[in-house]
């Protein structure tokens, strides 16, 4: 490992960043290095503008992909470095407006049914009935259930942030039989054992494997018929405007969801059916009936 490379691990570690955040931007200085062939430190603000454009227009880059390499190049170069290059500003994507795709409740329950392997479903089913987003899912311990008080702990969630979330009772029934069938004393969904065995409880396994079970999901969306464009974190955003067409109060879904911002679960209001519904007699009254 070079000095450099430590340095930045260091810094961010004294930021206090979780460890798949260190992780990733680690790689996104790495990727840079090996694109120009150079070391980072020696690279100009020329050749990273070159960089984000060769992103954007020759690999045509989501946003959330370009905002996460923005992200670790922005620590490296301003943190680490101490540079501060008018790229980096100049780099961010413009924000999306593109409203979420969201699944009814019988379109949920379609497709958790298609999942076939039942580590899987049982994971997922979290996923929906408590709003996780799917690293928190998989990292889940057998220790931030609470079972008498019907909630889940979620630790360092995006931003470092903890919450609580409730546990509906069925969910806590199915996470309890699941449980019972590995025994695990760290994870409550452990990955399958590999060759050579190991023993059942060992902690040392690890999670599901995050891709694993994104592939999962969509194979149950197309064996479901359901014809929406769905992904794991649908379910997400399927649980937040089920709460909200329930009468659930947008403050409430804010905290359960972890959002820093009302502004973000506000979107569900746009994709609420119900709430819809309501307006539709008074935007029919503002035009006299002939």
Known sequence: MTALRQRLIDDLHLRGYAERTVESYVAVVARLARHFRAAPDQLT??????????????????????????????????????????????????????????????????VLAAVQTPAYRVCLTTVYSCGLRLREALDLHVGQVDGGRMLLHIRRGKGGVDRMVPVPQALLTLLRAYWRTHRNPVWMFPAPRRRPPRPVADPAVGPIDATVLQRAFIRAVADSGVTKRAHVHTLRHSYATHLLEAGVPLAIIQEYLGHSSPSTTAVYTHVTRELRDAAADPINDLVPRT
Not at 46 to 60: K, V
Not at 82 to 107: F, M, N, Q, Y
């Open 45 to 110: 603000e020329a050749q990273l503008r070159a960089y984000f454009l060769h992103l954007t227009r020759e690999r045509q880059l989501s946003r959330s992909t370009i905002t996460q390499v923005l992200s670790g190049l922005r620590f490296f170069y301003e943190q680490t470095l101490g540079r501060r290059w008018t790229i980096l500003d100049i780099a961010c994507p413009k924000r999306d407006r593109r409203l979420p795709v969201v699944l009814s409740r019988a379109e949920v329950w379609r």
